[in-house]
C-alpha cells in the first residue's frame, strides 16, 4: 500500500510539473508575441522565422 501511495503521488507530482512547465512556456510566447507587437517587429520576426525554416528545409532534403 505504501508503495502504491508512493507510485501515484509522484505521478501527481510530475503531472503538476509538466502542467507548470507547459503554461510557463505558452506565457513565454505569449509575452514574446506581445512585446514584439508593440514595438513593431512582429512582421519581421515571423519573415525571419520562415527564412530560417526554408534554409534549414533545403539543407534537410
Not at 501515484?8 to 506565457?27: E, F, P
Not at 508575441?33 to 528545409?57: D, E, I, S
Amino acid at each position: 500500500m505504501s508503495q502504491l501511495l508512493h507510485v501515484v503521488a509522484w505521478a501527481v507530482v510530475m503531472t503538476g510539473t509538466l502542467c507548470i512547465l507547459a503554461a510557463c512556456t505558452w506565457l513565454s510566447v505569449v509575452a514574446l508575441r506581445v512585446v514584439l507587437t508593440w514595438a513593431g517587429w512582429w512582421p519581421a520576426f515571423l519573415a525571419f522565422y520562415a527564412q530560417r525554416r526554408r534554409a534549414a528545409r533545403r539543407t534537410r532534403g
